[in-house]
């Protein structure tokens, strides 16, 4: 699904015009990409939590020349689903 779908399944499911529910979504967007890159946490109850992580200074390797390089520090946005999430993508038993 893309973001013109998820816009058509919201207008749908909220009963408001495609260009209200893209509005709304753009808004809520802009304000997690905003709330995370200056380093909140914004947590939605049952869906899962955004956050920024510091991934530290680690050590790789070129993959044509098999090289040691040093890969720098820096940070990362980061999505922890929440527990009801997790439960409807992947159901207790089932296997």
Do not use: C, H, W, Y
């Not at 495609?18 to 990409?33: F, H, R, T, Y």
């Not at 914004?42 to 955004?50: I, R, Y």
């Amino acid at each position: 699904m893309n973001k013109g779908e998820l816009v058509d399944a919201v207008a749908e499911r909220a009963n408001v015009t495609k260009k209200q529910a893209d509005a709304v979504l753009s808004a809520a967007l802009d304000s997690i990409v905003d709330a995370v890159s200056t380093g909140d946490k914004v947590t939605l109850v049952g869906f899962g939590s955004f956050e920024r992580r510091d991934r530290k200074e680690r050590e790789g390797r070129n993959p044509k020349t098999n090289e040691k390089m040093s890969i720098p520090a820096t940070r990362v946005p980061a999505f922890s689903p929440g527990k009801l999430f997790r439960e409807k993508v992947a159901p207790k038993g089932d296997d």
